[in-house]
């Protein structure tokens, strides 16, 4: 025995309010939606008419206001208001038909105003004559029909009356904000009005969409519009305008680079309609995942819309359409390259990461676009193109510290070393390497001290055995050695081992009993790394002085006090006993000081 379905109606709506539609004004695309294509269908019959669609707002004392909603298309006969309108999910526009010429495919677009209403009430004539219909729907299912006598004009008009928890929909500017929103750029006109205000909502044609269908030698007169209208009514003031139209999916529109630098990982909304109906203001799956730095105003005319009409089907329509966008969006980059070096730079100074993240993904891009880059270097910030133009290996390091450690000393040996510690640094850089066969060398500290000038140790032990006396509470051993620039006195080189040991026994004052002898294991595997290395620099007047100084106390002090101003210039973290050396050898100088200024007075 067959059985058949029974569906509960409130159920329905609960799924509409709450799963499928993202806001109860949705209600009003729905209703033009059904207006547009029902003036569509009355098109395609070869009837010459007025298209129209207008909403009117009234309300009587003591009750809640009411919406007329009204077109001139096609209108319903009786026979199909009794198939259409009341089984629900069949639309009066067949799937095929519908995805080439009509808005609505799913036939449960007027269910939408029970998100607002309490019933729906709705009266239309079909152009194809016979009687006018009457058609009464509630919220629980039951809906009654009468036929009346024809009407004059063919068309629908949909009256609602607001319930009280939904009358802030029925309001003027509500009502008009979301007429404007929705309808933009429908191309039949749409008035809105009530008992004291009206207003022609699309009137004037937004530029972007005029921008995007003219031949390119005419945009250039219709650029500061766009730009115009985004500061407008957008609140963006863009960067640029670029427009987009792919025959794939029927895409046609602008991408605005965005004035502002984005992250990697965000996605920026985009205002899509369909077919000329607003779709989305946030639908995010239609342009390629890199292209975070736009936000587009796209028209789509072929693409198939999901239930709700707030995204679109992943399919391969979708996918061609897509990769077409991706190719004009690097187009326009490929120009700005080649036309506009300019303003290439202030858009990669802008947007670096992702267009970076691109030149990761796309060889061709990489080598357009990679001379461009800027990377920060020993010797300051410079392009890559300028940094390859001899032929030294490309030396890169991949922690600050070990770049602030360097970057004294690397330059004076005429070398420029990448500060490669940004994002996408490190796989632009190898990437390079391995597309241009240039030589990569990562280099740290610790290879750069070892290529330092040795100093022959006969002369010295005495010295050193001092020295290293003076910062024995430091661990640290100190080694004379000759490099420039020889301005700067001391060299101090702390490896990553030292600092990790630095890190634990910071966390450990502040760590339970239990942590902390975690952390004591931790460290017993870095204690033979402990030790961190002052490297003096004979080329220094003040080193060459401090090897004829007797004093134990001045020698003991000057030797600390180079430690820490060599911890200061390599940027080190300042420990309680750096800190504690700096207070104490400043005291014991200005000690010494007015001493010598005393005994010179006495003299």
């Known amino acids: 025995m067959e059985h058949a379905f029974k569906i509960d109606l409130r159920g329905i709506i609960d799924l509409l309010s709450n799963h499928l539609y993202s806001d109860p004004s949705v209600f009003v695309r729905e209703l033009l939606q059904n207006g547009v294509d029902a003036i569509t269908a009355r098109r395609n019959l070869g009837e010459h008419f007025e298209p129209r669609i207008s909403a009117r707002l009234s309300q009587q004392e003591n009750e809640l206001p009411t919406l007329e909603f009204h077109d001139t298309g096609i209108g319903l006969t009786e026979a199909e208001v009794h198939e259409f309108l009341a089984t629900i999910g069949r639309s009066s526009k067949r799937i095929s038909e519908a995805r080439d010429t009509f808005l609505g495919q799913f036939g449960i677009g007027l269910l939408s105003c029970f998100m607002v209403s309490g019933q729906i009430e709705l009266l239309t004539q079909s152009a194809l004559g016979g009687p006018a219909v009457r058609w009464l729907a509630q919220a629980d299912g039951t809906y009654t029909l009468e036929t009346l006598p024809p009407r004059a004009e063919a068309g629908t008009t949909v009256r609602l009356q607001a319930r009280e928890d939904t009358d802030f929909y029925f309001e003027y500017e509500q009502l008009s904000q979301a007429l404007a929103n929705y309808g933009a750029i429908l191309p039949y006109p749409i008035h809105v009005s009530d008992e004291e205000q ?20 005419d945009r250039d007169a219709l650029k500061e519009s766009v730009l115009a209208y985004a500061r407008d009514e957008l609140r963006l003031d863009a960067f640029d305008v670029v427009a987009l139209h792919s025959e794939q999916g029927g895409v046609s529109g602008v ?86 070096p300019k303003r290439l730079d202030a858009l990669i100074a802008l947007h670096h990461l992702p267009i970076k ?65 940004y994002t996408y640094d490190v796989p632009l850089l190898r990437k390079y390497s391995a ?127 180079l430690y820490v101003q060599a911890h200061l210039l390599g940027h080190h973290p300042m420990r309680t006993t750096e800190l504690t050396l700096l207070s104490e050898g400043l005291s014991d100088m200005m000690r010494w000081g007015i001493r010598a200024t005393h005994h010179s007075t006495l003299n």
């Open 198 to 217: 009206y207003s022609h909502v699309n009137a004037d044609t937004p530029p972007w969409l005029a921008y995007a269908q003219a031949a390119p030698e």
């Open 255 to 340: 991408a605005l680079v965005l004035p502002y630098s984005s992250q990697s990982n965000s996605r920026q909304w985009h205002q899509v309609y369909l077919k000329r109906m607003l779709l989305g203001s946030d639908v995010r799956n239609l342009l390629p995942n890199w292209a975070f730095f736009v936000r587009c105003l796209l028209n789509v005319d072929t693409l198939h819309p999901t239930a709700s009409r707030e995204s679109f089907y992943e399919d391969d329509a979708l996918t061609a359409a897509r990769e077409s966008l991706d190719v004009q969006l690097r187009t326009y980059i490929e120009s700005l390259v080649r036309d506009d």
């Open 357 to 421: 993240a691109l030149a990761l993904e796309n060889d061709e891009f990489f080598r357009l676009l990679v001379h461009s880059f800027e990377f920060e270097t020993s010797t300051g910030r410079m392009r890559l193109g300028a940094y390859v133009e001899g032929d030294a290996p490309i030396r890169l390091v991949t922690n600050l510290d070990q770049f602030r450690q360097i970057s004294q000393v690397a330059s004076a040996y005429g070398h420029s070393v990448i500060n490669a510690v």
């Open 435 to 561: 597309l241009m066969g240039r030589e990569l060398e990562e280099v740290n500290a610790q290879s750069y001290a070892l290529s330092l000038e040795d100093v022959t140790s006969s002369g010295l032990s005495d010295f050193l055995e001092r020295a290293n006396a003076a910062l024995t509470q430091c661990e640290c051993v100190v080694s004379v050695k000759r490099f420039e620039p020889a301005e700067l006195p001391a060299l101090l080189i702390v490896t990553e081992e030292v600092r990790q040991l630095d890190d634990i026994a910071a966390a450990r004052e502040m760590a339970s009993e239990l942590f902390a002898d975690v952390l004591d294991d931790y460290e017993a595997e870095y204690q033979q790394f402990r030790v961190s290395r002052l490297h003096l620099n004979l080329n220094h007047s003040l080193v060459q002085e401090l090897l004829h100084v007797q004093d134990p106390a001045v020698f003991g002090r000057l030797i600390q006090m």
